[in-house]
């Protein structure tokens, strides 16, 4: 019995606790909300957050395709990534290096919505040119 009598007077000891700590960060009457950030627009995305990247690409596929000034590569358009030669992976390397670090997640972007592969042979250089 003297067991539940602490476990009752513990409780009750909490709630007088919580009921302080309550009163003492209670906001100001007129003090207004804050407002949690969400995730951040695309350009934020950093590939760590899963449903960034999937809205992301969500919201892309309803936008018009942008490219890269790679017209010429639409001609791989479902061709599997293992069955590129050598001159074609070197068509999309020449179309990698003349673009700036932070347009390669876009046109990486613009691929997939375009249904062309990435060469294996450059997919590791793409990983980290995005990853920075």
Same mark, same amino acid.
């Given at each position: 019995?003297?067991? @539940? %009598?602490?476990?009752?007077?513990?409780?009750?000891?909490?709630? +007088? +606790?919580?009921?302080?700590?309550?009163?003492?960060?209670?906001?100001?009457?007129?003090?207004?909300? =804050?407002?949690?950030?969400?995730?951040?627009?695309?350009?934020?995305?950093?590939?760590?957050?899963?449903?960034?990247?999937?809205?992301?690409?969500?919201? &892309? &596929?309803?936008?018009?395709?942008?490219?890269?000034?790679?017209?010429?590569?639409?001609?791989?358009?479902?061709?599997?990534?293992?069955?590129?030669?050598?001159?074609? =992976?070197?068509? @999309? &390397?020449? =179309?990698?290096?003349?673009?700036?670090?932070?347009?390669?997640?876009?046109?990486?972007?613009?691929? #997939? %919505?375009?249904? #062309?592969?990435?060469?294996?042979? #450059?997919?590791?250089? =793409?990983?980290?040119?995005?990853?920075?």
């Amino acid at each position: 019995m003297s067991i @539940f %009598l602490i476990g009752i007077g513990a409780l009750f000891i909490l709630a +007088i +606790i919580a009921a302080i700590a309550t009163k003492f960060t209670k906001r100001k009457a007129g003090e207004p909300d =804050v407002i949690m950030p969400t995730s951040g627009d695309c350009s934020s995305c950093d590939g760590t957050d899963d449903k960034c990247e999937q809205v992301c690409m969500m919201e &892309a &596929a309803t936008k018009d395709i942008e490219y890269y000034d790679d017209e010429e590569l639409d001609r791989f358009r479902g061709r599997p990534s293992n069955q590129y030669t050598d001159a074609e =992976v070197e068509e @999309f &390397a020449t =179309v990698l290096y003349t673009m700036q670090s932070h347009e390669v997640k876009g046109w990486n972007r613009s691929l #997939i %919505l375009r249904e #062309i592969n990435l060469p294996d042979q #450059i997919k590791d250089e =793409v990983i980290t040119m995005i990853e920075g």
